[in-house]
């Protein structure tokens, strides 16, 4: 049943005046241009694609002028096109790309938004692992750092061959191919190849003796209706605080038919990659940075005691001799859409993923508790001998993923009706394991390399997934005016997790704990449905209301991380299997999609989206500490716990005013409330967290573009201001509002003797050099959090040729 709810009510009133208040058949309705000249859409029926990658409408392409659109849909999603993308800086991730949208909070310590290992993002109250993430509609996992499930969009494809990013910040589409999208969708969209045989060269330079290039080279239509083309990139950068390296290499192909009644898509993707990880402070701390000492492995040796040991003063802020993300990926599909009709379509894709990746930290022995976890193992040895004789040992955090998966839609128009019925299956096999090796003072190992022939072998688990979800949704043209859209998918996630290689009791902490042998814990929900509502009040403005439901699957990790696998006793595992429940969601959403021409005022037009939204979130899981009574039955030190529930409340406010003389303003202005529903209990203690605000989440936020566009050349201001956001439970500490201001600006010569077209962009990142506190950790509800600090101001140039 639906869950009460204050904005519950006013949605289906709204329901019942649209439907009354509608005209005629949405298949015939008018669509707004950019200069608000009305063009009529042609009568005949063309055939679509499944939900999750179709084209809506016109607003779904933007014009060259555009920096964020409002796609047509009964629940809110603004896309970012390619230029916009490339304007913030030439390499950006998809991730980094939404940060201008209101509502967004995307934090990372480097310019382009690629270190996975501190990227932190946040929409409407809810983290980047309870959001649904999908590349041309193919799963990409939950985005958890060493992810178990897929990999970062990034990782997926190169950003030059990104077309748009989309975001559905309440709710995603039915079809959407995700366990975890309690909080929203985003979509990153490949482009085609061109139709005309050619090319593009790209050349950046930056601070931090950063260098990108990117090489891509179209076929061309060939054959019959064929196309394709395949792209390189090669990146490489210093980190800004330290000497290790972050880059790699990446490939993408893609091959289209484009026949009468094939659709034919297919997609390969390879990634090679690493990446030197910026190290947290965990504060209060007069530190700002942690830097690694790579490559000065004698300073390195000099900072450590006889035994391995850093500076006691240094507590938990000591410093690394390196540390690094290595990763590599292939990545596959096959799409067949294929049109029995020009009312029938059935899509079909067949994909494939393998990652084999390893987080490799090179640490001091003595550090607190790394000595206990070598000691347990080699107890009365000298262990700075023992491990290479530096004092550093090399731990790794080593994982593998296997997907398979398959996804279907048959997309009928009857009528009024376009009716659409679908299905996802995956299998995913992935591996987590803990080792560690020795670290040589005479013949060091290098960090981007993989260490082999571990002393320890701490843990290790295996899981295998297997993934059911189908949809079923009718979206009805009542009238000319009024849409009404009705359907409900089935989710059933299978997860068996083994324990592999169990680790040693005297090495985990806290003490008493143990790693769990595992088993199977399914999360199922047979009807998650969806309400929605577009009324069009003319060629201008729009209303739409939406309501749906959404479960998250559990993460398939093991020992240190908050979920059923990684509960530190079987004992606790069996309890949480009798008793725990996966995470759900309630979103309700309303709002209004504008485009105007002002003839009465300076501004040409503005067009824009303002929107409301209620969130119930339920059943939220935390690790906590066993109270006195369940102890002795669990014999161990904390539990995993359903511990409430989160309220939100939040509107968001986007709009783009188009001035004379070539000018434009883009803002978006967001409020979000999301609190706590529940206190808890941890071991003896309640935990008053009723009330107090979500983590890591601001209540306000405000973003805008400046910008200037005439006769090839372009130059932009941007600003993302960030409101206070809390680092503790109990909200006793916080981190200060920031305010972070870029620059960018370019020309483009056309019609040129070899090249097409050529250009030029200068970007400034972070241009007031601000220092603050970029993504923040909160694990406990102590006065204690961690924290990476805010990327200095970098300079970029890129050139760019189009042949």
């Known amino acids: 049943m639906l869950r009460p709810s204050r904005l519950a009510l006013p949605c289906f009133i709204a329901l019942a005046v649209l439907s009354a208040r509608g005209e005629r058949a949405l298949a015939q309705s008018v669509s707004s241009t950019p200069s608000g000249k009305a063009t009529k859409k042609p009568a005949s029926h063309t055939p679509r694609a499944p939900s999750a990658l179709r084209e809506t ?8 002028e555009s920096i964020v659109v409002a796609e047509k849909r009964s629940r809110s999603q603004l896309s970012v096109g390619q230029t916009a993308i490339s304007r913030q800086l030439p390499g950006t991730s998809p991730l ?10 995307y934090t990372t310590a480097d310019p382009w938004g690629a270190t996975e290992q501190n990227a932190a993002l946040y929409i409407h109250g809810f983290a980047q692992s309870q959001l649904g993430f999908t590349m041309d509609g193919i799963p990409l996992g939950d985005q958890t750092y060493n992810n178990y499930n897929g990999l970062s969009p990034q990782r997926a494809i190169a950003s030059e061959n990104v077309s748009r990013v989309s975001l559905s910040s309440g709710a995603g589409d039915l079809s959407t191919a995700s366990t975890s999208n309690l909080g929203g969708t985003i979509q990153t969209l490949s482009s085609d190849p061109e139709k005309q045989r050619g090319g593009q060269i790209e050349q950046s330079f930056g601070s931090y003796a950063a260098f990108r290039t990117f090489v891509r080279l179209d076929t061309g239509t060939f054959g019959h209706e064929n196309r394709a083309y395949i792209s390189y990139l090669r990146q490489d950068a210093r980190a800004w605080d330290y000497h290790e390296h972050q880059g790699g290499q990446q490939v993408n192909l893609k091959f289209l038919h484009d026949g009468k009644r094939d659709r034919i898509t297919v997609y390969l993707d390879w990634m090679d990659k690493a990446e030197g990880n910026e190290d947290a402070v965990v504060l209060p701390s007069t530190l700002y940075t942690r830097p690694s000492f790579y490559p000065d492995l004698d300073q390195a040796m000099a900072y450590l005691d006889a035994s391995g040991t850093p500076p006691k003063a240094a507590g938990l802020n000591f410093r690394d001799y390196a540390s690094t993300a290595l990763r590599q990926d292939f990545l596959g599909y096959i799409r067949d859409e294929h049109h029995f009709s020009d009312r029938l379509t059935l899509t079909t894709t067949v994909y494939g993923h393998r990652d084999a990746s390893a987080g490799v930290v090179t ?39 296997t997907r398979e998966g398959a996804m279907t839609a048959l997309a009928y128009h009857l009528g009024h009706h376009d009716i659409e019925l679908g299905g996802w299956y995956e299998r995913n096999v992935n591996t987590f394991e803990r080792r560690w090796y020795p670290f040589s003072a005479t013949n060091p190992l290098s960090p981007y390399k993989r260490p082999t022939d571990p002393l320890i072998n701490q843990f290790a688990n295996d899981f295998q997934t297997n993934t059911f979800q189908t949809h079923i949704q009718d979206r009805w043209a009542v009238t000319r005016a009024l849409s009404l859209q009705a359907g409900f998918k089935s989710s059933l996630q299978y997860t068996n997790g083994r324990l ?59 020992y240190g991380y908050a979920t059923p696998w990684g509960i530190p006793s079987q004992a606790g595992f069996e309890n949480f299997r009798r008793t725990g429940h996966p995470e759900t969601s309630w979103t309700y959403e309303t709002g209004w999609r504008f485009n105007h021409p002002l003839t009465r005022s300076p501004a040409l037009s503005i067009d824009g989206q303002l929107s409301y939204y209620h969130v119930d979130f339920s059943n939220r899981l935390l690790t906590v500490s066993s109270s006195p009574q369940i102890t002795s039955l669990t014999g161990a030190a904390s539990l995993l716990e359903n511990v409430g529930g989160v309220t939100t409340n939040g509107a968001d406010a986007e709009f783009t005013l188009h001035l004379p003389w070539h000018l434009s303003l883009y803002d978006a202005a967001s409020y979000n409330r999301s609190t706590y529903d529940n206190n808890y209990q941890s071991g003896s203690a309640v935990v008053a967290t009723a009330g107090k605000y ?10 805008f573009i400046f910008a200037y566009s005439h006769d090839g050349f372009y130059a932009q201001l941007t600003g993302d201001y960030i409101g206070r956001r809390y680092a503790t439970y109990l909200n006793d500490l916080s981190v200060t509002p920031m305010t972070l201001f870029g620059f960018s600006s370019g020309y483009t010569l056309h ?25 923040i950790l909160a694990t406990n509800a102590s006065k204690q959090f961690t924290a990476y600090p805010q990327a200095p101001r970098q300079f970029f140039l890129t050139f760019t040729g189009h042949f």
């Open 694 to 703: 979500v983590v890591a989440v601001p209540e306000w936020m405000n973003k």
């Open 751 to 775: 019609h040129l003797p070899v090249l097409r077209d050529a250009s030029v962009q200068f970007t400034i990142t972070n241009l007031t050099n601000t220092r603050n506190w970029s993504t």
């Open 363 to 401: 640490t001091p022995v003595g550090a607190s508790g790394i000595s206990k976890i070598l000691t347990a193992y080699y107890p009365g040895q000298d262990i700075r001998s023992l491990f290479g004789g530096s004092g550093y040992t090399n731990r790794t955090t080593e994982y593998g993923i």
């Open 500 to 558: 592999t290689v169990p680790g040693l009791p005297a090495s985990l902490s806290p003490a008493g704990s143990t790693t769990a042998s595992g088993g199977q814990i399914d999360a199922t929900e047979a009807f998650l449905p969806s309400f929605g509502a577009v009324w069009r009040l003319g060629p201008h403005d729009q209303l739409f209301a939406n309501i749906q439901k959404n479960m998250r699957g559990y993460q398939a990790l093991g």
């Open 96 to 105: 980094q790309a939404l940060q201008i949208l209101p509502g967004v909070v």
């Open 57 to 64: 409408d016109a607003a779904s392409k933007p014009n060259s």
